[in-house]
């Protein structure tokens, strides 16, 4: 894919242009990632609309497939986010009319005439930046007063894990958004007693600890923590030498791990007339979807009533369905190989969050940079397994290029970055799938 040599505020400006001519005299269907970064890119587009006065349908989907996509009205403005820049070759030949596509994920086919397109990856000066952040921007283009919006941006980021990349688009976002920052451990909730916050850490997994009620004490009185009147600080309260002393407790527990990949930026972005903790209000945006209600995400973002305690009642779900996912993934029989590892749930993970326990995985310190971890489960149809891979440290092989090889010749959909993708390929090609995965990342090793 040629590379544009425009600058992406030039890019954004003529799309948005077009985008209001096109929606001007026709109707409107947008189409969203049911992520994080895809969910609070929606919450940003309906405020939007809604500010321009503009009707619309709205769908959240898991992925695009060929059967969905030929499903969507031809006589309306089509508007993707988060995703549909591995689906240009099905939107071409499915002869949809008016689409625009704002989203990250990486470009593998031409782009068709009747497509319109933000995406950093077309450009040569590319930009790490989330679809949510694209979409603020956009939005800030075709509307006035979108300011209140750019806490939704962050958030997005933050599910896609870019807040440890912030450019100075990203800056702007931020100081438009009135964030608290601070530096600190990356534990989250940064808002939230101590004990309870180190039992569910996931990201960072902390061994003996993460779902060890009993690894978290003895972690706290290592750091010389202890409760005061039955309760123990949260991470903001913390004193520096108190701070420290955390820090170093996690690293012996967690030998591989670097100083810089446990201590980052700690945001606080005020909901529901709160300052909380940007992850775990991202943490609970992608519960509410992976458990399959979407629309309380939405509702959530847009800071509906009575979505805050739905919301937050699914995340405690979501936390003890993770829990018991990864005790899972890390007890059963592995193909692990240098360079790889190979991991089989079938229907012992959920499919919704075969991905984010791949990414804990990866980001646990237990494999070597460069390992391509992938993982896989059976989707709720039956019928279909979604695998997903990361690669660790994010380096190495394209993570991307590796499954597209892998399921060239039994079919599947593939999508995502050079270091995190995803594929779903049919059920009755599981075994073959698997052997076609080894052999490749087997001669991709070798390459290396």
Known sequence: MKKRGKSLSTEISIVAEKFLERISNKDLFVVS??????????????????????????????????????SLPKDKVILFLDLASGSLHHIEKLGLKDVFIIDHHEVVYNIPENVHIVNPELLEDKQKISSSCLTYLFCREISDNMEDLAKLALIGMIGDTLEKEIGKINHGILNDGKIKKR??????????????????????????????????????????IKPLNNRYKSLIELTEDEMSNLVTAIMLRNPLSKNKEIIGDIFLVSLFNKFEDAREISAIINACSRLGEPETAIQFCLELQGAKKKAESLYIKYKQ?????????????????????????????????????????????????????????????????????????????????????????????????????????????????????KKTLKIEFVKV
């Open 33 to 70: 990632h049911f992520d994080t970064d895809g969910i609070t890119s929606a919450s940003i587009m309906i405020k939007t609309l809604k500010h321009l006065d503009k009707t619309f349908s709205l769908k959240i989907v898991k992925s695009l497939d060929e059967s969905f996509i030929s």
């Open 321 to 437: 369905l993770l829990l018991s996912s990864l005790k899972f993934v890390t007890e059963t029989e592995k193909i692990e190989e240098e360079g790889f590892v190979i991991i089989n749930a079938r229907d012992n993970v959920k499919d919704t969050i075969v991905g984010t326990i791949t990414s804990i995985l990866a980001n646990s310190s237990l494999y070597e940079d460069g390992t391509i971890i992938t993982t896989m489960a059976i989707d709720d149809t039956k019928e279909r397994i979604k695998v997903s891979s990361r690669s660790v440290g994010k380096v190495g092989r394209n993570v991307r290029e590796v499954l597209s090889t892998a399921v060239e010749e039994i079919g599947g959909e593939v999508g995502g970055h050079e270091f995190a993708a995803g594929c779903l390929i049919p059920l009755e090609k599981e075994q073959e799938f698997i052997e076609s995965l």
């Open 183 to 224: 530096r600190g451990p990356l534990i989250y909730p940064s808002t939230r007693p101590l004990n309870k916050v180190l039992e569910f850490s996931s990201n960072p997994y902390i061994p003996g600890v993460t779902g060890n009620a009993e690894g978290v004490i003895e972690l706290l009185r290592d750091a010389g």
